[in-house]
């Protein structure tokens, strides 16, 4: 089971079902990147001593490009507005395209 992470505990986290921005991943071309009905651990800080926070069900996927996310679902996604997203993001050169993921929480071991 693959692991997404956060860097902040969102307040989105505590809702049934809830939406994340990625970007596609690096090996994506060899089919690798997020999909739908994909069951992945949630954990916050996954590149230090992580904790998990659960089990979480990808239940859709969407591919979109960056200039087309709207502030509805950059305030969805915890943030402001859509500005503060794309600051938080640090859009690298080059990338247009980012994926709309939708979860739906299956069990969770750690309260948010």
């Known amino acids: 089971m693959r692991i997404l ?7 989105k986290l505590n809702q049934d079902k809830f939406t994340t921005f990625r970007y596609p991943r690096k090996d994506s071309y060899r089919g690798m990147d997020w999909h739908g009905g994909e069951d992945v ?3 916050y800080r996954p ?9 979480a069900k990808i239940i ?3 591919t979109k490009q960056c200039q087309m996310i ?11 507005e859509v500005g503060e997203m794309m600051d938080f993001l640090g859009l690298p050169v080059g990338y247009e395209w ?3 993921l939708t979860l739906r929480w299956i069990e969770r071991q750690a309260c948010v």
């Open 60 to 62: 859709s996927k969407e």
């Open 41 to 43: 651990q949630i954990v």
């Open 47 to 55: 590149r230090h001593e992580h904790e998990v926070l659960g089990v």
């Open 5 to 11: 992470g956060f860097s902040r505990k969102w307040s």
């Open 70 to 80: 709207t502030d509805i679902e950059a305030i969805a996604d915890g943030f402001q």
């Open 98 to 100: 980012i994926n709309k």
